[in-house]
């Protein structure tokens, strides 16, 4: 009884917050798309938007049918801007079945760049295989370890994912700074596609080693935690933004962080989470205009380290 309310709670909705929707799918990325900045992906031939959609805590709602919905419309503005990657983990509690549920209702599957994690000592096929469910695609477009637990043994497995065409790219992941010397290592030493790490405008222990490795060896950067889960928006907004900001195109606070991070040049992609649609733009907004130059970006992080 309560599963069958639920349900339909979530399909009244959905059906009022999304029905601007085209009624084939997301409407084509025209208008505020246009011009969105990309970059390659290793020699893959694929780009990506600089600015993706993280999923820890944000879409952690269970089955609340507003919370599903709402997390449904962000994804849709998301898409409507521009955006594909969307990243998630088995860790991340009812954040799959709510990302699958936002594609199922939205008809974005084709919008998306697919991209989780496998996260278990045990038996890595059967997990991807229960993302994957969740999700509701064909097959991931990225799969990662997560933050390098049982790496020996689920690395290989998504090597021979990629290779039986039953996945597109493989990557490894950390964060909050952990591990450096040993996702160092794994780069070295493995075909990897990308790496996840933890940078911002004031934790940038990876400019010394691992980014200048990525470019090297050609491996794709996503970089989680650009805002300290808020704590950094929270700390920078009681100042002004500097009045030169505008010289990089940056008209707030959220903007100004995202684009010192995508505009470093061994980064791909930035996936800031959040659970409201007026963030969602303000994040895509930092995926339009000029990037910082190398003087630019000094200055930015001599500016944000003087408050």
Not at 61 to 80: I, N
Not at 148 to 160: I, K, N, R
Request: glycine share 8%; proline share 5%; charged share 20%.
């Amino acid at each position: 009884m309560t599963e069958n309310l639920h349900r339909r709670q979530w399909l009244a909705l959905a059906a009022g917050m999304l029905g601007s929707a085209a009624a084939g799918g997301v409407a084509a990325a025209t208008g505020p798309a246009a011009g969105l900045l990309h970059k390659p992906v290793g020699t893959s031939g694929v780009s990506l938007p600089v600015i993706g959609l993280g999923s820890w805590i944000t879409f952690n709602v269970g089955d609340d049918a507003q919370a599903r919905a709402s997390c449904a419309e962000v994804m849709r503005h998301f898409f409507q801007a521009g955006g594909r990657m969307i990243d998630s983990s088995p860790m991340y509690g009812s954040s799959q079945p709510v990302i699958g549920a936002g594609l199922q209702a939205l008809h974005a599957h084709a919008q998306v760049f697919s991209t989780d994690k496998v996260w278990t000592s045990g038996d890595g096929r059967a997990q991807i295989e229960a993302s994957r469910r969740h999700w509701g695609v064909r097959q991931f477009d990225l799969l990662q370890v997560h933050n390098l637990l049982a790496w020996q043994t689920q690395l290989p497995l998504l090597f021979e994912l990629k290779r039986a065409g039953r996945l597109r790219f493989v990557g490894i992941t950390t964060s909050h700074g952990r591990r450096h010397r040993d996702i160092e290592r794994i780069m070295r030493e493995h075909p990897l596609d990308f790496v996840q790490v933890s940078y911002n405008i004031v934790e940038r222990d990876v400019e010394q080693r691992i980014l200048p490795l990525a470019r090297e060896r050609g491996i794709a950067v996503i970089v989680n935690r650009p805002f300290r889960e808020g704590a950094l928006i929270r700390a920078v907004q009681r100042e002004r933004l500097p009045a030169w900001a505008q010289e990089v195109g940056c008209a707030n606070w959220p903007e100004f962080l995202l684009k010192f991070i995508v505009s470093h040049p061994a980064v791909t992609c930035a996936i800031p989470a959040t659970s409201r649609v007026e963030h969602v733009q303000e994040n895509m907004a930092a995926a339009r205009g000029r990037l910082p130059d190398a003087a630019q970006r000094a200055r930015m992080a001599a500016a944000v380290a003087a408050l």
